[in-house]
């Protein structure tokens, strides 16, 4: 799925007890492990922390992705500024 395609899906992430959610307005996903799982939105970099996670279904067409496991954090990184290059911190440091 390209941005444009996935700019018209809405951002929106829905967490029920720590242990399982949606999340919508993802374009891809760059990597996921047990411990991490790392998606492109829609509203940038989102890295989700935690134990045992697993993604449960994956709907790139749609933009939806249900992840399970033990849920310790949602990080976003900054998205890009207008000169199309990443703005955060990781993407300064690697320039």
């Known amino acids: 799925m390209d941005e444009k395609q996935a700019q018209g899906t809405a951002h929106r992430v829905m967490i029920q007890g720590r242990h399982s959610g949606t999340i919508s307005g993802v374009s891809d996903v760059l990597s996921f ?26 709907t790139l067409e749609k933009g939806e992705v249900d992840i399970e496991g033990k849920i310790d954090s949602f990080v976003y990184s900054e998205q890009k500024g207008e000169n199309g290059k990443d703005t955060s911190f990781l993407g300064r440091l690697f320039r």
């Open 33 to 58: 492990d047990l411990n991490e799982i790392v998606l492109q939105t829609t509203q940038g970099m989102l890295m989700i922390r935690g134990q045992e996670l697993h993604m449960n279904r994956l």
